[in-house]
């Protein structure tokens, strides 16, 4: 065949964060000794009252089509979920089910972008973000957080990259990979500046749940914000679903119809026994998610003590999710063992793989090359081998003079 193919498609690049998780568990499939770091994914079994209801639901029956945007039921839960834990008031009709999070943010850029608009993406960004903007005709626009605010954008910042073309800012609070948690006057300037400006906001908040001695605060809950945000969720993360694909949009009435459109194009729906597990999850007491925040607790402080005592300049601590964003720079331009020179995060991840079976995520890939993330949804025993490979590799680095 001589005809092109999407030209859209062929320019975006795949994601990084899959690639590496895709390659980790072939390699292990293979017999290799590899420890993967590389994809956000707890460690935990997804909760037994959550796998009981999908067997129900599959044993009832529940297998046939839904709704578009997904059953009632578990679209008031979510209404429920929003109203009890984040203070705001959703209605079931603003509320779509989704074949998890990563999806919900492809049908709210899908409802927003025209050819040519500008989206305002805080750097560092999750991989996926970027690309998705691109595919849907639109041009990210990336504002750097800076290493001294946490990684973190300002208001300010924010109003200076505005123009007659933004569309919209996404946010990731918490943020992957950086784990920062914007604090509730933080997040106020952004939504003043995002009101001002008559932008809208999508707002991922699957992290919301994992955070460390500081409040989660949703952007939907500050004046005039409700109405032109698209909260992102998901049960990936929260409880450990992440195979089940299973998130939501919560989004303005006219933008839910939209987004109910276009699902009812693109997919029908989620999975209709996944959306029944997700009931469940809704329906659970958070006893389960607060071991699990404990767990990630105890994880990031063994991390960062771990990298601490390995890295030339430490990471920062990181207030959420479940990443650790380790500045590696400061080893750029030494030299492997077998000679070849690390001349940024791409090629030290390769090396860590091919020479010590470690599997992490390169900061390029975030739109930060001077760092390295870490998943540590992983068991105790997979971060300290984890540690000790990043330790070993390092260390037989050479000085290349
Ligand atoms: N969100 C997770 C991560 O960043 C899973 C992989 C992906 O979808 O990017 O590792």
Redesign the pocket.
């Known amino acids: 065949m001589t005809r092109p193919l999407s030209s859209r498609t062929q320019n975006i690049a795949a994601?990084l964060?899959?690639a590496i998780?895709t390659l980790a568990k072939q390699m292990i499939a293979d017999g290799k000794d590899v420890v993967s770091l590389?994809?956000?994914?707890p460690d935990f079994p997804t909760p037994e009252p959550i796998r009981q209801a999908a067997c129900k639901a599959i044993n009832e029956g529940k297998t046939r089509y839904t709704a578009p945007v997904g059953i009632l039921d578990v679209r008031k839960a979510v209404c429920e979920k929003l109203e009890n834990e984040n203070g705001l008031k959703y209605a079931p009709e603003q509320i779509i089910m989704t074949s998890g999070a990563?999806h919900a943010v492809f049908n709210a850029l899908a409802a927003l972008i025209n050819e040519g608009d500008e989206v305002i993406v805080p750097a560092p960004y999750?991989?996926?973000y970027p690309e998705l903007v691109k595919w849907l005709g639109g041009k990210p626009v990336f504002v750097q957080g800076s290493r001294e605010n946490d990684f973190k954008i300002t208001g300010e910042q924010l109003k200076n990259a505005c123009t007659e073309r933004t569309k919209a800012v996404l946010l990731n609070n918490p943020c992957?990979?950086t784990g920062s948690v914007y604090s509730k006057k933080e997040l106020s300037e952004l939504a003043k500046v995002i009101v001002e400006k008559d932008i809208y906001c999508i707002s991922d908040e699957?992290y919301e749940y994992f955070v460390y001695n500081t409040e989660f605060v949703s952007a939907a809950a500050f004046d005039g914000m409700a109405e032109r945000t698209i909260i992102i969720n998901g049960f990936?993360?929260s409880y450990c679903m992440?195979g089940w694909r299973i998130g939501y949009d919560a989004a303005p009435v006219p933008i839910a119809k939209i987004i109910g459109k276009i699902q009812g194009q693109a997919t029908h729906h989620p999975s209709n026994v996944a959306q029944y597990a997700a009931l469940a999850a809704l329906q659970m007491d958070k006893a389960q998610v607060n071991t699990m925040r404990e767990a990630f607790k105890k994880r990031r402080d063994y991390m960062l003590e771990r990298t601490s005592k390995i890295l030339k300049t430490p990471a920062k601590a990181p207030d959420g999710a479940f990443?650790l964003f380790a500045p590696v720079n400061d080893f750029y331009g030494m030299q492997t063992p077998d000679g070849k020179i690390i001349s940024g995060s791409i090629e030290l991840c390769q090396y860590l793989l091919e020479s010590q079976g470690l599997a992490i995520?390169p900061g390029a890939a975030f739109g930060d090359d001077s760092c390295v993330r870490f998943?540590y949804a992983a068991s105790d025993e997979a971060l300290a081998k984890a540690c000790d490979r990043f330790e070993k590799g390092l260390n037989a680095l050479k000085c290349s003079t």
């Open positions: 994601s964060t899959v998780d590389g994809a956000g994914e990563k999750w991989v996926t992957n990979p699957v990936s993360k992440t990443y995520v998943s």
